[in-house]
């Protein structure tokens, strides 16, 4: 069981805001296969006042999509408080707030990641979204700006002083901003993090591409919970395998191809009836590079998918490689 405010979950395992990827689609599928919240995309703050923001399908919201955490990213308090209070119209019940992110035109711009070396700004934004809004809200932090641990300070200074000013809980990634995504994930800042702050809900993240690497990392690092991202793209099934790890069921075996053809199918449907055809085939190549991984002729089906320019393609290249697999 996990609470982050008034949001009670089975299982401790949430699907991570992931840009480009979290989008109603993949948040409708990791729902299915068991996750209880799941993130929307970073939306940037000044973004959200606009209706038309919400018309496109990146940033879609479906009613039955309940709880559903929204994320904002910005660094003017005032904004950002008012960005959290049409989340909450919206219908998100619970707003985190991006001091993460480590892409150089949102650096630039002194949002996301740069908050991890300026917790003066960090503190004033979350308090004024802290006063704003009555959902639950939670910041998505790294572990440092640089890599050498030299600024650790300001993360300990945003940890404690979100703590005493109400945060619901602390998300995670173990990695410093300069890192952006190399190395290793560090799951003993975790640990600290946990020791330090015992009675504050900690998400970790980081690297969890399977069960039993959610089963380690929060045995060792003792974190009440994690999210995962990069190991759900087109990887539902983990959310399966957990809900049965947490549970003590009996692991399903493995999907068969069928069943991952079954899944890609429903997946590209359901994108190609968000976004204009031509957008919806490019754009679910990425998700298919990654269902492909449990493919026996990955490279094959593929170059075969990659290929693709319409959807009728898309549908042809799953039912060929997927469904009369013994035949290629
Ligand atoms: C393509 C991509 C997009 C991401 N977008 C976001 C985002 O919008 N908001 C966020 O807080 N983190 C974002 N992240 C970071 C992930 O949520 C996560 O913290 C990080 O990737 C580590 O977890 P993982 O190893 O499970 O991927 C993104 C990561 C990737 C790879």
Same mark, same amino acid.
């Given at each position: ?6 949001? !009670? ?52 919201? *479906? ?5 559903? #955490?929204?994320?904002?990213?910005? &660094? ?21 707030? =991006?001091? *993460? ?8 711009? #002194? ?11 960090? @503190? ?7 006063? &704003? ?7 998505? @932090? ?5 890599? $050498? ?12 002083? &979100? ?21 290793? *994930? ?82 590209? =449907? ?19 590079? =990654? ?12 170059? &075969? ?7 009728? !393609? ?9 469904? $009369?697999?013994?035949?290629?």
């Amino acid at each position: 069981m996990l609470k982050i405010g008034d949001i !009670q979950l089975k299982m401790p395992v949430l699907q991570s805001a992931i840009s480009g990827y979290s989008d109603v689609v993949m948040r409708r599928l990791a729902r299915q296969f068991g996750v209880e919240l799941t993130f929307s995309p970073v939306m940037l703050d000044k973004s959200v006042a606009y209706r038309k923001f919400w018309k496109k399908p990146a940033f879609c919201l *479906a009613d039955d999509e309940k709880p559903i #955490g929204g994320q904002i990213v910005g &660094a003017d308090p005032q904004t950002m408080a008012a960005a959290a209070k049409v989340l909450v119209e919206k219908g998100f019940d619970l707003v985190d707030l =991006n001091f *993460a992110c480590p892409a150089p035109k949102v650096l630039r711009r #002194g949002r996301g990641g740069e908050m991890m070396r300026n917790s003066k700004l960090a @503190l004033e934004i979350f308090q004024r979204v802290r006063s &704003a809004v009555q959902v639950p809200v939670t910041l998505k @932090l790294r572990t440092s700006y640089y890599e $050498n641990d030299s600024e650790r300070e300001h993360f300990w200074q945003i940890c404690a002083g &979100a703590i005493s000013g109400g945060v619901d809980a602390l998300i995670v990634h173990g990695r410093a901003v300069e890192q952006r995504y190399r190395g290793k *994930a560090d799951w003993e800042v975790l640990a600290q993090v946990k020791q330090r702050f015992n009675d504050t809900v900690i998400l970790g993240s980081g690297d969890l591409f399977k069960a039993d690497d959610v089963a380690d990392e929060m045995r060792l690092s003792g974190v009440d919970g994690v999210v995962i991202a990069r190991g759900a793209i087109g990887n539902p099934w983990i959310f399966r395998e957990l809900t049965e790890l947490f549970n003590g069921d009996e692991p399903t075996p493995p999907p068969s191809v069928t069943e991952v053809g079954q899944v890609l199918l429903q997946h590209f =449907n359901m994108v190609a009836d968000l976004y204009p055809e031509h957008k919806a085939v490019v754009y679910f190549r990425k998700f298919s590079a =990654n269902y492909c991984r449990r493919h026996p002729k990955r490279k094959k089906v593929l170059l &075969a998918l990659m290929a693709c320019k319409t959807a009728e !393609q898309v549908r042809g290249e799953i039912e060929r490689w997927f469904f $009369n697999f013994e035949n290629n």
